[in-house]
């Protein structure tokens, strides 16, 4: 099975250097240095369709431009490369969740993915007048995906749920494909939402060792579900020619966090209530020493920067090795990024992805099968 990457859209806006946000932080002032245009995230959407990824993951939340608005519009200016949404089910409807994802496939010819995000900041989630906790946000979460999954099938839905109430949903026009469903969360319940309704179960970049308890978690509860998923890991990534330039490249990047900045967000980030945000702040402690957490997997980025705070940094070689080295746990997928977010998807896709594709891991998903050689009339006799 060839291994799936998908690159990311800075909807919050990118820079030579690491923009923060996320997790209730706001993005940092270096966004500014290349706001989030159309045109700008379309020239990165362009390139990673080029490259050979298969789809661009957009964030969500109140630090950065809408999703659901800004894949759209950036839709138009790609033909092949799919969009990984993030999007909150509490603050839409699941009916017309399932209707906006039904459009978004017929206009798109079939290119959205759905990435649900629960949510794990009760101030920012009651900011968007969602007062519930935690887990009743995780079990609302079950009720949507019970629902949306039910109007995708063709079927009408009735419930009288714990949190959500429809009936006699039904959807006129069916998406096709199904969009598949890209879910993660660390915590108990979050596991028991992801066996029942994800197709792809997706975790941050920690250490090998920790991704294995958390893959078999869930292949544990999956089974009682009678369900199988498959897996994928959020990374950041440096790579280069060489191992010394990649790490110069990080040293560059971590010699640029103001250390009143480290310190604020480091502060905002405790208070998030979100198991996984938790795990990745475990990884650094708020210090700049000690980064590298197993071999070329560095927690510096998750200093100023909410969510995914790990990346893969070295030579080519060796990015491509530790990318075979979470393979060989059941990752199949990998939705990556880098600072800036053009600039680093060329280094992946010219000097990673060709060295996974020489060993059999990896073809580009958008090549025509090589042509039959062609058979030339009287070739190689003589007149």
């Known amino acids: 099975m060839s291994l799936t990457f998908h690159w990311f859209l800075p909807t919050n806006g990118d820079s030579r250097h690491v923009v923060g946000g996320g997790h209730g932080t706001p993005a940092t002032a270096s966004g500014r240095d290349r706001p989030p245009t159309v045109a700008y995230l379309g020239q990165i959407a362009r390139a990673a369709e ?11 939340g109140a630090w950065c431009e809408d999703a659901w608005l800004t894949t759209a519009m950036v839709s138009q200016h790609t033909e092949r490369l799919k969009f990984l949404v993030a999007f909150r089910p509490g603050f839409v409807s699941p009916t017309l969740a399932a209707q906006m994802a039904s459009t978004f496939q017929r206009h798109t010819g079939g290119r959205l993915l759905l990435n649900v995000v629960t949510g794990g900041e009760s101030h920012e989630q009651r900011a968007y007048g969602d007062f519930l906790d935690k887990d009743a946000r995780y079990r609302r979460t079950g009720e949507f995906l019970h629902v949306v999954r039910g109007l995708w099938e063709g079927g009408t839905v009735d419930l009288d749920g714990e949190h959500l109430r429809v009936e006699d949903a039904r959807l006129a026009r069916l998406p096709d494909p199904v969009p598949e469903v890209y ?11 992801a066996a029942r309704y994800a197709d792809v179960y997706l975790t941050w970049g920690e250490p090998p060792a920790r991704v294995a308890e958390k893959i078999a978690w869930i292949k544990g509860l999956a089974a009682k579900e009678g ?34 900045t480290v310190r604020s967000v480091q502060a905002g980030l405790a208070r998030s209530e979100s198991e996984g945000q938790r795990r990745m702040l475990a990884l650094h402690g708020g210090s700049r020493d000690g980064l590298e957490i197993h071999p070329n997997l560095w927690a510096g980025i ?8 790990t990346a893969l940094v070295g030579s080519h ?3 491509a090795d530790r990318v075979k080295e979470y393979h060989a746990l059941g990752i199949d997928e990998f939705v990556l990024s880098g600072y800036p977010h053009l600039e ?3 280094w992946f896709g010219e000097g990673v992805l060709p060295r996974l594709a020489a060993q059999g891991l990896w073809q580009h998903p958008f090549s025509p099968p090589p042509a039959a050689s062609a058979q030339v009339p009287f070739a190689g006799r003589s007149a």
């Open 50 to 60: 080029d490259l050979g990824f298969v789809g661009a993951l957009t964030p969500t």
């Open 183 to 193: 879910f993660g969360g660390s915590s108990p319940v979050a596991g028991e939402i």
């Open 227 to 260: 369900r199988t998923l498959r897996f994928g890991i959020r990374l950041h990534v440096i790579t280069r020619d060489t191992a010394e330039q990649a790490w110069a490249e990080a040293n560059r990047l971590l010699d640029g966090f103001d250390a009143g």
């Open 302 to 309: 998750g200093l100023v920067r909410g969510g995914a705070g």
């Open 317 to 319: 070689d060796e990015v």
């Open 344 to 346: 680093e998807a060329y």
